[in-house]
T-cell receptor, first 113, second 116 residues
């Protein structure tokens, strides 16, 4: 079945450091890939998405590229801010699965000033 | 972007009572909605797929008699936690699938349920 694996956290960085959160997936067909962010006490917000191979999703300085050959969708940001502290979820959705979204375990990011 | 609301945003109830949570798509019609449960510091676990006008499809291990789902209209799905117990305390999140414009899911802000 479909699944998502992302790096365990927590990840602690200093402000302006480079961020990478690894995500790999297993899926039949051609899934869409997503990164969601959850701030403390809040629901999920879509951060970025990519719907086909080699697509790059980007938003608020975050980027992720859909790599079919490595089944990966790693999240990157060149310079993190304290306000980026949150939990980040990698996810996939495939029409072969009835469009159900499957989430990774989440990676908690702490950014220190 | 599309908006999905949940009501209430939080609820505290006594053990043995039932609690209803509403999920509404405010600016689009959704024949399919999803209900997730999130435990503290954990990921979202899909509980069930709610289909307008038909029975919900539950994931393995989810008690359908415990978590009643009704999707009576194209903009509203409800989750009722029946005879709630402390172990049902959790953060419940719904999402609505918008087919127009690329099959995108939009998530509600979540409902925090605390059962005393």
């Amino acid at each position: 079945g479909n699944s998502v694996t992302q790096m365990e956290g927590p990840v602690t960085l200093s402000e302006e450091a480079f961020l990478t959160i690894n995500c790999t997936y297993t899926a039949t067909g051609y899934p869409s890939l997503f990164w969601y962010v959850q701030y403390p006490g809040e629901g999920l917000q879509l951060l970025l998405k990519a719907t086909k191979a080699d697509d790059k999703g980007s938003n608020k300085g975050f980027e992720a590229t859909y790599r079919k050959e490595t089944t990966s969708f790693h999240l990157e940001k060149g310079s993190v801010q304290v306000s980026d502290s949150a939990v980040y979820f990698c996810a996939l959705s495939a029409n072969t699965g009835g469009f159900k979204t499957i989430f990774g375990a989440g990676t908690r990011l702490f950014v220190k000033a | 972007g599309a908006v999905v609301s949940q009501h209430p945003s939080w609820v505290i109830c006594k053990s043995g009572t039932s609690v209803k949570i509403e999920c509404r798509s405010l600016d689009f019609q959704a024949t399919t909605m999803f209900w997730y449960r999130q435990f503290p510091k954990q990921s979202l676990m899909l509980m069930a797929t709610s289909n307008e006008g038909s029975k919900a499809t539950y994931e393995q291990g989810v008690e359908k008699d415990k978590f009643l789902i009704n999707h009576a209209s194209l903009t509203l799905s409800t989750l009722t936690v029946t005879s709630a117990h402390p172990e049902d305390s959790s953060f419940y999140i719904c999402s609505a699938l918008r087919l127009a414009g690329g099959n995108e899911q939009f998530f509600g802000p979540g409902t925090r349920l605390t059962v005393l």
